[in-house]
């Protein structure tokens, strides 16, 4: 079974991508959505976090405290980087975890990540995709989804590898934007990777 990861840049229209292929019975793993989760679920993550950035991390009922992990995290790299090095390893575990459960019926399944390239998970694929969009789009669908400034997306923006550097990496190239159908996209992808 073929493991394909997918990325993008923020508002790159991602998600809407993996719908697609989700529409034509393929698995699809959010790492994002999965590390939320196993902030909480996940007892040797906890452990790690309780012990970089303090008991007080936890709320009753491991309850993650966003708040105190943001104020520390948020305009500070190193602190960032640590945070990343304790969550990436564990979403790596719950991906290995997921794929043995996924049926060997299906010829391929995607790995949805937004640092796909930056946490190294990409290593773990034996192809990538890289959604693009141009980036005024890309800007104007998270400011809209999210009701932020321009500023913020920016900001989120510079955190992630640029387009360029990700389409460098990129064994397969997607274009979402108003001109070309995503969906024909997809589709041509779709029957490349179950031949």
């Known amino acids: ?49 309780k012990k970089t ?11 993650l405290n966003k708040t105190h992990i943001a104020q520390i995290v948020f305009n500070n790299t190193t602190e960032l ?19 043995a459960h996924v049926p060997v019926t299906h010829p391929y399944i995607l790995k949805e990540a937004a640092l796909l390239f930056e946490s190294g998970s990409y290593k773990m694929c034996d192809k990538t995709i890289v959604v693009v969009a141009p980036t005024a789009l890309k800007k104007a669908r998270v400011m809209l989804r999210d009701e932020v400034t321009e500023a913020q997306v920016q900001a989120r923006m510079d955190k992630q590898f640029n387009d360029e550097q990700k389409i460098e990496m990129a064994d397969f190239l997607l274009h979402n934007q108003e001109s070309s159908s995503i969906i024909l996209q997809v589709l041509a992808l779709h029957e490349q990777f179950i031949k």
Not at 53 to 63: D, I, K, R, T
Request: charged letters at 20%.
């Open 1 to 49: 079974m073929l493991k394909i990861g997918i990325t993008g840049g923020i508002g790159s229209g991602k998600t809407t991508v993996c719908h697609v292929f989700e529409t034509l019975g393929i698995p699809v793993f959010y790492a994002d959505v999965v590390a939320k989760d196993i902030m909480v679920t996940d007892p040797l993550l906890i452990e790690g976090i």
């Open 81 to 99: 980087e640590k945070l990343n090095a304790l969550v990436h390893p564990a979403v790596f575990r719950a991906f290995d975890q997921w794929v």
């Open 53 to 63: 950035f303090g008991e007080e991390s936890y709320l009753e009922h491991q309850v």
